[in-house]
């Protein structure tokens, strides 16, 4: 009992650390292909310790602060259901299809506490970040039940052990796993599907209100994100990891793909980012679906 309790803050403090790392490196990024130097080491932890040392903070009411503290909550609970190596918290009590659950919500918290703004910059935001959310649920669920079906259960500890056995998911549902990349770009939130934040359109969307130790959550909450989305890809397509260093290297390649594609690309609106995800992923993944139901 007490190794589970010790795994369940661990976990969560190590996707912290190593999403601050990813935070950096999509800065990094994002600074070559713009030919700049880009920021220092300690930058995204300078980030955050700033913004949440700051004495002003601007309170919209109760749901304000519950609907931030649900979005970063929602992802700490969902660190748990991830196995990592020499980790697996409750992933092997546990399976997949909670964990989807768990990734909605953040948004939903989100959306609690943009409401309660007033702003309607906030409200647009939030409204295309749902939308954000419903197109790249659908190609991601469809992702999830292929390779569910092919493992044989829901339960990502036996996913990885499947793969160590029989080799990586990527190789044996290649269209799966580019449906389940392209469906990661619109997770991320980054170009060509940043449609909620859209600074020169809408003022930042659901941040025109954040402030503070408000904003200091919301890095934390991206950086939880980029954690997620690289160790949960490495975990269906790149058989997990054995050892910390070829697990990470896998997560980083991962999280590095969609951002060195996103820079490359303006933003979509709407109803292009709706066509887009609607379109090749989830085609992609059905495809997918039906080559692995019919092997």
């Not at 408000?214 to 690289?230: D, P």
């Not at 969609?258 to 690309?265: L, N, S, V, W, Y």
């Given at each position: 009992m007490m190794a589970l309790i010790v795994e369940l803050v661990l976990m969560p403090a190590v996707a912290f650390v190593v999403g601050l790392a990813m935070l950096l490196m999509m800065r990094k990024i994002a600074a070559k292909i713009q030919r700049r130097v880009g920021p220092p080491f300690f930058q995204p932890l300078y980030d955050v310790v700033k913004f949440f040392g700051k004495q002003t903070q601007i309170s919209h009411g109760l749901i304000h602060d519950v609907g931030i503290i649900v979005a970063v909550g929602g992802y700490i609970a969902a660190e748990t259901l991830i196995p990592v190596p020499g980790m697996t918290g409750i992933a092997d009590r546990t399976d997949v299809i909670t964990l989807i659950y768990f990734l909605m919500v953040p948004s939903l918290g989100m959306a609690l506490a943009a409401g309660q703004c007033a702003n309607p910059n906030a409200s647009i935001g939030i409204s295309r970040a749902l939308t954000a959310m419903l197109a790249y649920d659908i190609p991601f669920v469809i992702v999830i039940f292929g390779?569910?079906?092919?493992?044989?259960?829901?339960?990502?500890?036996?996913?990885?052990?499947?793969?160590?056995?029989?080799?990586?998911?990527?190789?044996?549902?290649?269209?799966?796993?580019?449906?389940?990349?392209?469906?990661?770009?619109?997770?991320?939130?980054?170009?060509?599907f940043e449609i909620y934040v859209a600074p020169a359109e809408i003022a930042t969307g659901p941040m025109v209100e954040m402030g503070g130790?408000?904003?200091?959550?919301?890095?934390?909450?991206?950086?939880?994100?980029?954690?997620?989305?690289?160790?949960?890809?490495?975990?269906?397509?790149?058989?997990?990891?054995?050892?910390?260093?070829d697990f990470l290297v896998k997560a980083f390649l991962v999280?590095?793909?969609?951002?060195?594609?996103?820079?490359?690309?303006?933003?979509?609106?709407?109803?292009?980012?709706?066509?887009?995800?609607w379109k090749w992923p989830v085609l992609a993944g059905l495809l997918g679906l039906a080559v692995v139901m019919w092997s």
């Open positions: 390779m569910s079906w092919m493992y044989g259960t829901t339960n990502l500890v036996q996913m990885v052990e499947y793969q160590q056995a029989h080799g990586w998911g990527l190789f044996q549902a290649p269209l799966l796993a580019f449906a389940g990349l392209f469906a990661l770009q619109g997770m991320l939130g980054k170009q060509p130790k408000y904003l200091g959550s919301l890095i934390v909450m991206q950086s939880f994100s980029l954690y997620t989305a690289g160790i949960l890809y490495t975990t269906l397509f790149l058989g997990g990891g054995v050892t910390w260093i999280v590095a793909i969609p951002m060195t594609i996103a820079f490359q690309f303006p933003r979509y609106r709407a109803e292009q980012m709706l066509g887009s995800l």
